[in-house]
Nanobody
């Protein structure tokens, strides 16, 4: 299984980015795909998740008015759209996949995820 994240970069505050996570290596129909982020000196933070089988999504309260998650099942790719970026959004963003028989809103803990991609760095300048 491979999860390939991309789309990070340096952006000014107020700008936007779209991260992509391409998954391969197995059937992900019964999986939840999620984005987590980790800033220097801080723990891993849940950002958003999507459950492939029913298309339901969940976005962390801290970013739900600015971030959204979507997916293309044909490409096995999940996207994280980030708008009105703030310096505090600066972090390494990683995608993860975990088999799930629970609702997507319950998929916020990193231990629920079996597979992780490498991080893509997002840096927001003030």
């Amino acid at each position: 299984v491979q999860l390939q994240a991309s789309g990070g970069g340096l952006v000014q505050a107020g700008g936007s980015l779209r991260l992509s996570c391409a998954a391969s290596g197995r059937n992900f129909d019964n999986y939840i795909m999620a984005w987590f982020r980790q800033a220097p000196g801080k723990g891993r933070e849940f950002v958003a998740a999507l459950k492939w089988i029913d298309g339901t999504t969940h976005v962390a309260d801290s970013v739900k008015d600015r971030f959204s998650i979507s997916g293309d099942r044909g490409k096995n790719t999940v996207y994280l759209r980030m708008n009105v970026l703030k310096p505090e959004d600066t972090a390494s963003y990683s995608c993860a996949a975990g088999e799930a028989d629970y609702a997507v809103v319950a998929g916020t803990h990193p231990l629920l995820y079996d597979y992780w991609g490498q991080g893509t760095q997002v840096t927001v300048s003030s």
